[in-house]
């Protein structure tokens, strides 16, 4: 296994078009997060799946934001109508019940 | 509510110094976990350490060396003899004992390791 994938790994769009990320986490894990970080600052935490259930959601993912986990396999992140402050680098972990993080190298995002 | 503060932001030593990141946290629980991450220039965290709240004892790994002390919310990270490699964000992040255990980061230090 390679770890977590996550695709693209930089993305540039003009604000108010939509966008979406995809994170292939490892095999075996069942629990999967997306974590937002901007420059200067520590990654956010944004939500979290058990296999295909999204369990939580965290005040920062407005209701432009959406993810997906179909079949507990890859997860998509999506963005509608971008905004200039969306710009980040979006990160993916995984882990299962015994093991720790495992985190993707991400997807910067640019809005312009 | 957790946080986790990372005082400095900047640190820059000369190569073969020795340097302490510093980590003061605040949680509710009594259960917790305390980890130290890398972000090189790449942007992928790296996993350095994890402690969990009831195993205060000092862990040394190679350069690298961690206090954990209760008693002042710090987990504080040594390198010594620091190297250019070195170079890197350094975060420091906690996480509860459940089943989500999403991670709350500090906001890092930037470590320049001059030659």
């Known amino acids: 296994d390679t770890g977590v994938s996550q695709d693209p790994r930089h993305k540039i769009t003009k604000r108010g078009q939509n966008v979406t990320f995809r994170c292939d986490p490892i095999?075996?894990?069942?629990?999967l997060y997306w974590y937002r970080q901007t420059l200067g600052q520590g990654p956010e935490f944004l939500t979290y799946f058990q296999n295909e259930a999204q369990l939580e959601k965290s005040r920062l993912l407005s209701d432009r934001f959406s993810a997906e986990r179909p079949k507990g396999s890859f997860s998509t992140l999506e963005i509608q109508r971008t905004e200039q402050g969306d710009s980040a680098m979006y990160l993916c972990?995984?882990?299962?019940?015994?093991?720790?993080?495992?985190f993707g190298s991400g997807t910067r995002l640019t809005v312009v | 509510a957790q946080k986790v503060t990372q005082a400095q932001t900047e640190i820059s030593v000369v190569e073969k110094e020795d340097v302490t990141l510093d980590c003061v946290y605040e949680?509710?629980?009594?259960?917790?976990?305390l980890f130290w991450y890398k972000q090189p220039p790449s942007g992928e965290l790296v996993f350095l350490i994890r402690?969990?709240?009831?195993?205060?004892q000092n862990e040394i790994s190679g350069r690298y060396s961690w206090n954990f002390q209760k008693s002042t919310s710090s987990f504080n990270f040594t390198i010594t003899a620091s190297q250019v490699v070195d170079s890197a964000v350094y975060f420091c992040?906690?996480?509860?004992?459940?089943?989500?255990?999403?991670?709350?980061f500090g906001s890092g230090t930037r470590l320049q390791v001059q030659p």
């Open positions: 949680t509710r629980d009594t259960t917790y976990y």
């Open positions: 972990a995984s882990r299962s019940n015994i093991a720790g993080y495992t």
């Open positions: 992040a906690l996480s509860e004992d459940t089943g989500r255990r999403a991670l709350t």
């Open positions: 095999s075996e894990h069942n629990r």
């Open positions: 402690r969990n709240s009831f195993d205060e």
